[in-house]
C-alpha cells in the first residue's frame, strides 16, 4: 500500500505520520489489490482533523473526522474506511447469479434454524408423571439435587410443579 501524508497549517510533527500509517495498515487485510492512500492532517488551534482517501481496484473511498485529539481524529478515520471496506466485500461476497444465490440463501435459513434450535435446547428428558402429594414430592425433591418436580396431584388429577428457590423455600405450580 502506498501511502502519503499531507500536513495542512504548519508543520506536522513525525509521530502524526508515523501513527496515521500503522493504523492504515491494519486495513490491508482488506484489500485484494494494490492501493494508494493519500492522508491529510490539518490543525487549527483546538480542531484537529484528518481526510483519508483510499484509491484500490477501482474504489475510492473517502473518510474524514474532526475531534480535539490528532489520534482520536485518525482512529475515527480509519475506522470509517474499514467499516467502508468490509461493506464493499460484502456486497462482492453477496454477488451472485438469482439462482445460485436462492439455493444459497434457502441453505443458510436452514441452517440457521437448525442451529439456533439446537442452542436453545440443552437437554431433553421424558419425564413419567407420578400421582402423589404434594408432601411427597417435597420429600423427593429433597432427596434428590434436582431443582424441580413435575408430578400429578393424587388428590385433583391434575399436573403441578414443584420448584426449590435459591433460598430453600418451595414454589408450587399447579394446572387446571
Known amino acids: 500500500m502506498k501511502i502519503s501524508v499531507t ?3 504548519g508543520e506536522g ?12 495498515e491494519k486495513i490491508k487485510k482488506y484489500l485484494d489489490a494494490p492501493a494508494e492512500a493519500h ?5 487549527e488551534k483546538f480542531r484537529n482533523s484528518t481526510e483519508i482517501n483510499l484509491s484500490s481496484n477501482g474504489w475510492n473511498i473517502n473518510a474524514k473526522e474532526e475531534a480535539k485529539d490528532m489520534r482520536v481524529a485518525i482512529d475515527r478515520c480509519v475506522d470509517k474506511i474499514e467499516k467502508q471496506l468490509k461493506k464493499q466485500k ?4 453477496q454477488h451472485k447469479p438469482k439462482s445460485i444465490r436462492r439455493e444459497h440463501e434457502k441453505s443458510n435459513v436452514r441452517e440457521a434454524e437448525e442451529a439456533a434450535e439446537a442452542s436453545k ?3 431433553t428428558r421424558k ?5 402423589m402429594s404434594f408432601d411427597e414430592a417435597i420429600m423427593e425433591l429433597e432427596g434428590s439435587k434436582d431443582r424441580f418436580m413435575i408430578y400429578r ?3 385433583t388429577e391434575n399436573i403441578s410443579v414443584v420448584y426449590r428457590g435459591d433460598d430453600g423455600n418451595y414454589t408450587l405450580i399447579e394446572t387446571n
Open 13 to 24: 510533527e513525525n509521530w502524526q505520520k508515523v501513527y496515521a500509517e500503522e493504523k492504515l
Open 90 to 93: 460484502e456486497k462482492i461476497r
Open 127 to 131: 419425564v413419567v408423571l407420578k400421582p
Open 39 to 43: 492522508i491529510v492532517i490539518s490543525m
Open 7 to 9: 500536513f495542512r497549517n
Open 121 to 123: 435446547i440443552k437437554e
Open 153 to 155: 396431584d393424587s388428590s
